[in-house]
């Protein structure tokens, strides 16, 4: 499944590492929602079938589909596993939706922080 990139990696000249965001507007989308409108309906599979699959309870993936419950490392490896993709792919869509989140939560806070100068 292709994917559009939405944030450009970067690096300056003393070889540190950097995301920029290139201007979203909203949420990432989370991975629950990439498996319940991509990859649920491609395979035609159930909340319980899938569950079957990667050998967890329902409750779990229902959990995650719904939005409720964050990707672990140990479901992406068994969803790289099942789907024929990385568990990267799914940690890195987890990733953008954890660091908007805290980005929102503490926005007035780090906008405090005087960034310091060498």
């Known amino acids: 499944m292709p994917m559009t990139l939405k944030s450009a990696i ?16 909203r949420r990432p989308t989370h991975p629950g929602e990439i498996l319940r409108e991509d990859f649920l309906p491609d395979y035609h599979l159930s909340i319980a079938e899938l569950a079957r699959h990667l050998s967890v309870s329902r409750q779990s993936v229902n959990e995650l589909l719904k939005e409720r419950r964050a990707l672990t490392p140990a479901m992406a490896l068994r969803l790289s596993r099942l789907f024929g993709n990385s568990p990267e792919f799914w940690l890195n869509a987890q990733r953008a939706v954890d660091l908007w989140d805290a980005a929102q939560a503490i926005e007035k806070e780090v906008s405090l922080i005087k960034p310091l100068a060498a």
């Open 10 to 25: 970067t690096t300056n000249q003393v070889s540190t590492m950097s995301i920029e965001n290139t201007g979203i507007k």
